[in-house]
Each structure stands twice: as structure tokens, then as C-alpha cells.
């Protein structure tokens, strides 16, 4: 188990289903991170909060938002996705948001949207 | 503008070999950088890093070389094992600016090291 968890796994979902991924860390970490990986794409960063204060939107469209209620947990919520939204979401944290120690990810969930 | 290249979309070298991944950048406010190691189904993980007051940092098997002035830094994994064999993404981190605060990756080179 990787310090890092995401759930689920897997999402397959409609475009008008509304649904939420969930990420996890129990590292002790201030900041956490939404990335998208595309096939043959590099990680695009969504999101970045630190302290559980959102610090960063790269201009991600509202259809995703996200949630961060405490410094260990972070949500992307998602509704009336697109089938280009299809991608594996990856959640990261790290203990400053210049990543010296590196950041830490969890393995990701792989969504389809159909 | 994708601010951090890698150029190879893969790479394939025999086992005892040396593997040699490379990245170039455009931001020169980029002053640390980061190689990842992904493999299939699990997130990628920290492999090295290099501050850009060094041109070198060496950690077992692997190397990172950092040319400020060409914007390039590479891998070397050497000798190569077969467990090597996995997607290699280089990152880098701002001291300020846009990039501030936040990893742009490239876009990943795939590595296969054959026995």
C-alpha cells in the first residue's frame, strides 16, 4: 500500500453521471496535487492545494471541482463530463509545493467516460 | 508550450547496458529537476533529483547530469536491468514565476531492457 491511496480504481461513467474520485495520504504532507494523464501526454496539473487552501487552477474546465476538506484528503468531483475527459487522473502530495523530497502519488484511476 | 521535452518516446537496450534518458527545457526559471519511474497501473514514483547549483548527482545505478546552459539534463542507468523497464518522466520546478510551487512534467520516455 503506497502512502498515497486513490478510490476507485476504475470509473467508467456516463456523460450526464455525476460522480466523485477520492484521494488519501496519511504522510503528514501540506500540499496535494489533481494531475491528468492522457495517452502520450505529459501529466497535466488540475489542481494544487496547500494547507487545504486552493493555490493553483491550471484553467480546468467547471465540469471537474475539487474538494479539499482537510490536509489528508482531496476529492474531484465530476459531472456532464466529456468523452475526451477520459484519462487516468493521478492525485500526488508533498511536503512543500516545491517538491524537494519529491512528490508521492497514488497509482491513479483510470476513467472512461462513454 | 510544453516547457519540458522528452524527446524519445522510447528506448530499447540489452541487460549490463547503459540507458541514457534525456530532457530538454525551455523555462529558464526551472532550477530543480526530477526523474520519475512509472510503471503500468501504479503512479510514478521519485527516482533522483538535481539542484541547479549541481551538474551531477549520483545515487546507486542511476545519474543525473544537469547542462544549464543548454537546458538539457539526462539519466544514466547503468549497468540496466530487466526490473528497469518502465516509463521514465522527467519534472521541473520553478524558484518563481508561473511555475512556482508546482512540477511541469515531460511527456514521458519508455524504457525496455531486454535480458
Known amino acids: 500500500e503506497t502512502g498515497v491511496t486513490q478510490t476507485p480504481r476504475h470509473l467508467v461513467m456516463g456523460m450526464t453521471n455525476k460522480k466523485s474520485l477520492k484521494c488519501e495520504q496519511h504522510l503528514g504532507h501540506n500540499a496535494m496535487y489533481w494531475y491528468k494523464q492522457s495517452a502520450k501526454k505529459p501529466l497535466e496539473l488540475m489542481f494544487v492545494?496547500?494547507?487545504?487552501?486552493?493555490?493553483e487552477n491550471n484553467s480546468v474546465p467547471s465540469r471537474f471541482s475539487p474538494e479539499c476538506p482537510n490536509s489528508s484528503h482531496l476529492f474531484l468531483h465530476l459531472h456532464t463530463l466529456q468523452p475526451e475527459d477520459s484519462a487516468l487522473y493521478l492525485c500526488?502530495?508533498?511536503?512543500?509545493?516545491?517538491?524537494?523530497?519529491?512528490?508521492?502519488f497514488g497509482s491513479g484511476t483510470r476513467l472512461t467516460v462513454v | 508550450d510544453q516547457q519540458v521535452k522528452q524527446n524519445s518516446p522510447s528506448l530499447s537496450v540489452q541487460e549490463g547496458r547503459i540507458s541514457i534518458l534525456n530532457c530538454d527545457y525551455t523555462?529558464?526559471?526551472?532550477?530543480?529537476f526530477l526523474w520519475y519511474k512509472k510503471y503500468p497501473a501504479e503512479g510514478p514514483t521519485f527516482l533522483i533529483s538535481i539542484s541547479s547549483i549541481k551538474d551531477k548527482n549520483e545515487d546507486g545505478r542511476f545519474t543525473v547530469f544537469l547542462n544549464k546552459s543548454a537546458k538539457h539534463l539526462s539519466l544514466h542507468i547503468v549497468p540496466s536491468q530487466p526490473g528497469d523497464s518502465a516509463v521514465y518522466f522527467c519534472a521541473a520546478s520553478a524558484a518563481g514565476g508561473t511555475s512556482y510551487g508546482k512540477l511541469t512534467f515531460g511527456q514521458g520516455t519508455i524504457l525496455t531492457v531486454h535480458p
Open positions: 500526488a502530495s508533498s511536503q512543500d509545493r516545491r517538491g524537494f523530497m519529491g512528490y508521492t
Open positions: 492545494y496547500n494547507f487545504k487552501e486552493q493555490t
Open positions: 523555462n529558464s526559471m526551472f532550477d530543480y
